[in-house]
């Protein structure tokens, strides 16, 4: 199977408790009044790197027999600034450093180690071949992907990467994303149907200089055809970003899909898929010794998917 396929007393006491109260609600206000300007901040040279976490699993459901796939995968990647430019962007580079990949299916299991480069199942073959090579993009201070002039805009979508709301907001405050996205026609099918994208964003709390922002992602195009729902709903991620507000880049990010279609190859078919994906900020000197073999699985993707209904 393919992968295609496949959060009363006396009244000096009163008079106490009121202002007390009142003290108490005015902090709450000005709390509450207290804005926030989310940007990206870039500096030449500058590195972020994050370690990677991710894993899904894929039950497919026939009328005679269930399927399930697992995959993990341990990813180390860099943000290099590469130059700054005088409308605030920045040239970015984006580079996999190392990967450490599983597959379960059906009883056949394969591993992959980018360090153990002559060992390469025929599966993780694109990763290892990404593997140190740089992607270029422009990023502007709210996460907007900019086109570079004289060069091909070759990055669509880049992870670790969201945009920011244009104007100082509370606590409370919602914005939002559009973007498109593409699934095959069908699957024995190389056309491509565009879909509209949306993802939700809203400021929950800010902690230490911190933000906490809750996502959600929504499809706005119209979808009746289960097998193009399969494949979309892969995309439709809700989860937790950390920001830190005063250096101006993303502290960590927890994504989560868990979502069924009925019928996605035909009567009698379901697919559930399951998915936690992680990214956090560590240092330089800890990126050169992690052991991306060693790197936990995220509590809960290895669990088998619920069946229950959508």
Same mark, same amino acid.
């Given at each position: 199977m393919t992968l295609n396929s496949r959060t009363g007393l006396i009244c000096v006491a009163i008079l106490g408790l009121l202002c007390g109260a009142c003290g108490f609600h005015s902090h709450v206000m000005a709390e509450e009044a207290a804005t926030y *300007? =989310? *940007?990206f901040q870039f500096a030449p040279g500058q590195d972020w790197y994050y370690v990677c976490p991710n894993g899904a699993s894929y039950l497919v459901e026939y009328s005679q027999a269930n399927e399930t796939v697992t995959h993990t995968s341990m990813f180390l990647r860099h943000l290099s600034v590469v130059k700054v430019n005088e409308d605030g962007s920045a040239d970015i580079q984006l580079v996999l450093d190392r990967a450490y990949m599983t597959a379960q299916n059906g009883g056949v299991n394969s591993l992959y180690n980018s360090e153990v480069p002559d060992q390469v199942p025929t599966e993780f073959a694109g990763v290892h071949a990404s593997i140190g090579k740089p992607q270029n993009f422009r990023l !502007? $201070? =709210?996460g907007k992907i900019?086109?570079? $002039? @004289?060069? $091909?805009? !070759? #990055?669509?979508? #880049?992870?670790? =990467?969201f945009q920011l709301p244009e104007q100082p907001i509370a606590i409370g405050a919602t914005w939002k994303e559009r973007f498109e996205a593409s699934v095959p026609v069908n699957k024995d099918s190389k056309l491509l149907r565009p879909l509209k994208m949306e993802r939700h964003f809203k400021l929950t709390s800010v902690d230490g200089g911190i933000a906490s922002i809750a996502m959600t992602t929504v499809c706005l195009s119209p979808m009746n055809d289960p097998f193009q729902e399969s494949q979309i709903?892969? *995309?439709k991620a809700t989860g937790v970003i950390r920001f830190d507000i005063e250096k101006g880049y993303l502290v960590d990010r927890r994504l989560q899909i868990q979502e069924k279609v #009925? @019928?996605?190859?035909? $009567? @009698? !078919?379901? =697919?559930? #898929?399951?998915s936690i994906k992680v990214d956090r900020l560590i240092g330089i000197d800890q990126a050169k010794n992690v052991d991306l073999s060693k790197t936990p699985v995220p509590t809960g993707v290895a669990e088998t998917p619920s069946v229950g209904p959508k």
């Open positions: *300007r =989310l *940007r !502007s $201070p =709210l900019l086109p570079i $002039p @004289g060069q $091909p805009q !070759s #990055v669509e979508q #880049v992870e670790l =990467l709903m892969q *995309r #009925v @019928g996605h190859e035909g $009567p @009698g !078919s379901a =697919l559930t #898929v399951k």
